[in-house]
């Protein structure tokens, strides 16, 4: 069955799922993803494998794998999207195969890995907090290793999703070069016409569009986490001139690189402020209030 394949970029270095349904939608993207089920049931599809989850499974898709959800009857989840390089000691096992069963039974009904699961979800929101990614990478990398070792990760299989897989890697890892359909042909040993067709067919993109999103997601990161000026980051995620990097950045985003460093910078103070507010009222609470309990 051929499908229709939506690639997703994410500026985020984790993201966080959680609710009663996943998405129908056959996607990929360069980042791990994680689902955690809590109650219920659903299906999961990693590749061409059909995975039925039960409450405590867990699902790992590997980067650039093709995934895709059901969801007939109520269930609860909670998820994560992870970059592979926040892991660099496990980076060699994301990036050079695939699970034999992308799930496992049972596993999040244990009590050693659900306090694992709770305690990095439960650092969703706490952006202020002043070691934040330290910690939510001690809490990541915990849980992987107690997962990973009850996987069976064998070598990349032969076909189109090896061919896929092999494309998206070479150029998630190459963005900021100067890529071409002849340079993968070289580099890859597959006829760029047949590249050019795979990303077109599976993923709905054309070639440049494909390369632009990566560099414009990457380029969401720097806005975000540094203070390199818009033309010094379209430079390091390889646009050839600012007024390029302007173009494809407002055609993926809907705004421009200035637009965009703005409006999230003031989403983040804004939420700052906002816990800030919530701390000092808690704190009124516990200390004036007769009615609240003193813990």
């Known amino acids: 069955m051929s499908l229709n394949v939506k690639y997703e970029y994410k500026s985020q270095d984790i993201a966080f799922l959680a609710g009663n349904s996943l998405s129908p939608l056959p996607h990929l993207h360069r980042d791990l993803e994680m689902i955690?089920?809590?109650e219920g049931e659903a299906v999961a599809y990693a590749d061409s494998t059909r995975c039925e989850l039960h409450a405590g499974d867990v699902f790992l898709s590997f980067p650039n794998q093709i995934h895709y959800y059901e969801t007939h009857t109520p269930m609860k989840h909670v998820g994560f999207i992870f970059k592979p390089d926040l892991l660099p000691e496990m980076m060699e096992t994301f990036t050079m195969g695939l699970p034999q069963q992308p799930f496992?039974?049972?596993v999040a009904s244990e009590p050693q890995v659900r306090v694992?699961?709770?305690?990095?979800?439960?650092?969703?929101?706490?952006?202020?907090?002043?070691?934040?990614?330290?910690?939510r990478r001690g809490y990541l990398l915990a849980l992987c290793a107690e997962l990973l070792p009850r996987m069976t990760v064998v070598k990349l299989p032969v076909?189109?999703?090896a061919s896929l897989r092999a494309i998206v890697s070479f150029c998630s890892r190459n963005y900021s070069e100067n890529l071409s359909l002849s340079l993968l042909e070289e580099k890859l040993h597959l006829n760029k016409f047949y590249i050019s067709h795979l990303i077109s067919g599976k993923l709905g993109l054309r070639f440049n569009d494909y390369v632009n999103s990566l560099r414009v997601s990457e380029a969401c990161r720097y806005l975000l986490n540094s203070d390199h000026s818009i033309t010094e980051i379209g430079?390091?995620?390889?646009?050839?001139t600012p007024r390029t990097f302007n173009r494809a950045f407002i055609k993926q985003m809907g705004v421009s690189p200035t637009e965009y460093r703005k409006q999230?910078?003031?989403?983040?103070?804004?939420?700052?402020?906002?816990?800030?507010?919530?701390a000092a009222v808690e704190v009124a609470c516990v200390s004036d209030c007769d009615e609240c309990p003193v813990i």
């Open 116 to 135: 694992l699961i709770d305690a990095l979800f439960e650092t969703h929101g706490r952006e202020n907090y002043p070691h934040l990614s330290e910690l």
């Open 235 to 240: 430079s390091l995620v390889g646009f050839n």
């Open 104 to 106: 496992i039974r049972g």
């Open 36 to 38: 955690c089920i809590l």
């Open 159 to 161: 076909g189109d999703s």
């Open 264 to 278: 999230r910078q003031n989403e983040l103070t804004v939420h700052a402020a906002r816990m800030e507010t919530d």
